[in-house]
């Protein structure tokens, strides 16, 4: 995975390629505002994954045991007992040594127009380069070396990504829809 890669989600829009072509060849300014337009087609969910991000941190976690279940291995077919570690919330007492792990996340979320040969649509995602620990801070749950140094601890995530996404992927997709026929129409008047 490259560094500038991260979490992302696409809305695809039929042929935008040849749409953004012939908006630039009609007029470069008409082509540059709709490239505007479908830019901020993901500022509300944007918004939104902010918002979770801006709100309390969330309470740490410490294990409390395991539990035994049986569980069937695909490979050999046969029935195995498998343990897994169980987990309840705990008090934390923060200090200092923060990292701003959530406002490098929130630089990182952004929406791009994406226009090749093999995907096309508007893309919302958060980019690895600004925020490495973006898609370790979605999870519910993690494990790290504390500040570098041993021994590993857990620590509960954020989940911020997926539940504003889903949320407003169809306002997204009908603002990409309306700024896309409105270029149209402007081209037809002419």
């Known amino acids: 995975m490259a560094e500038s890669e991260g979490m992302g989600v696409e809305l695809s ?11 630039k060849e009609f007029s470069p300014k008409l082509a540059r505002g709709l490239r505007k337009e479908l830019r901020s087609v993901g500022d509300d969910i944007i918004a939104k994954q902010r918002a979770v991000l801006s709100g309390p941190l969330p309470s740490g976690v410490e294990k409390t045991g395991q539990r035994t279940r049986m569980v069937l291995n695909k490979k050999t077919g046969s029935i195995v007992l498998a343990k897994r570690n169980v987990y309840r919330d705990k008090a934390v007492r923060r200090k200092g040594g923060t990292t701003e792990m959530r406002e490098q996340i929130k630089a990182g979320l952004k929406t791009r127009v994406v226009a090749g040969k093999t995907r096309q649509g508007v893309s919302v995602r958060t980019t690895r380069s600004q925020a490495p620990l973006s898609i370790i801070w ?38 990409a829809g309306d700024a896309i026929d409105a270029a149209l129409s402007e081209m037809r008047k002419k």
Do not use: C, M, N
């Open 13 to 23: 829009t039929p042929d935008l390629r040849s749409t953004l072509a012939a908006a």
């Open 138 to 175: 979605q999870s519910k749950r993690f494990r790290h070396k504390a500040w570098g140094r041993l021994p590993y601890i857990d620590q509960k995530g954020q989940p911020y990504y997926w539940e504003p996404v889903l949320e407003g992927r169809d306002a997204a997709r009908k603002k």
